[in-house]
């Protein structure tokens, strides 16, 4: 089975910079995504990451660690509009099938 | 980017009637489409997996005759909620997969939400 866990919310500052972790215990593992979704909109795809380290795009960085079995995701001069929940993915080995978290509602505050 | 697009946005039916959700993609050829659903602050859980041409492979507690998936070519997927009820009421995502960037991404659609009164 699938078990990904992230925290359910986190509220930052204008201007400053959050980590939302991700763990996961998965029966396989070809790469893990990390995914914006705003109040009833679809996910947009942010990151990928299937090697270890760091993968940095802009203001948005994720990092994996595949022995640890966890990733985190790095927002820096947050805006009001990063305002929304990020999704932790997990795809499987042998299907391209996703696996989600929970998601992190993350609130940006003036 | 790879858009994939989702007819209705919002669609409200009444108990017991059927309802279908168009899935395509514009500018891509998709091999595998899947179908999601959201509860409200909820994640998303896969329903089924569509591959072009062949049956979809539901996930373990989908019932395939209540949730009809068609994937007649490799830009369009239909799912049906046949005699839907109250609790049907959803936000229903797909995503395809098979261009764009990478054949590992999966572009979503804007969703569907469905409300059965």
């Known amino acids: 089975g699938q078990n990904i866990d992230q925290p359910t919310e986190m509220t930052a500052t204008e201007g400053a910079i959050v980590q939302i972790n991700c763990t996961y215990q998965t029966s396989g593992f070809n790469g893990l995504f990390w995914y914006q979704q705003h109040a009833g909109e679809a996910p947009t795809f942010l990151s990928y990451?299937?090697?270890?380290g760091l993968e940095e795009k802009g203001r948005f960085s994720s990092f994996l660690s595949r022995s640890k079995g966890y990733s985190y995701l790095l927002l820096k001069e947050l805006q009001m509009k990063d305002s929304a929940s990020y999704l932790c993915a997990v795809r499987d080995t042998n299907d391209y099938k996703l696996s989600f978290g929970a998601g992190t509602t993350v609130t940006v505050r003036a | 980017g790879a858009v994939v697009s989702q007819h209705p946005s919002r669609v409200i039916c009444k108990s017991g009637t059927s309802v279908k959700i168009e899935c395509r993609s514009l500018d891509f050829q998709a091999t595998t489409m899947f179908w999601y659903r959201q509860f409200p602050k909820k994640s998303l859980m896969l329903m089924a997996t569509s591959n072009e041409g062949s049956k979809a492979t539901y996930e373990q507690g989908v019932e395939k005759d209540k949730f009809l998936i068609n994937h007649a070519s490799l830009t369009l997927s239909t799912l049906t909620v046949t005699s839907a009820h109250p609790e049907d009421s959803s936000f229903y995502i797909c995503?395809?997969?098979?261009?764009?960037?990478?054949?590992?991404?999966?572009?979503f659609g804007p969703g569907t939400r469905l409300t059965v009164t």
């Open positions: 995503s395809a997969q098979g261009g764009g960037t990478g054949s590992y991404e999966q572009y």
């Open positions: 990451n299937v090697l270890d």
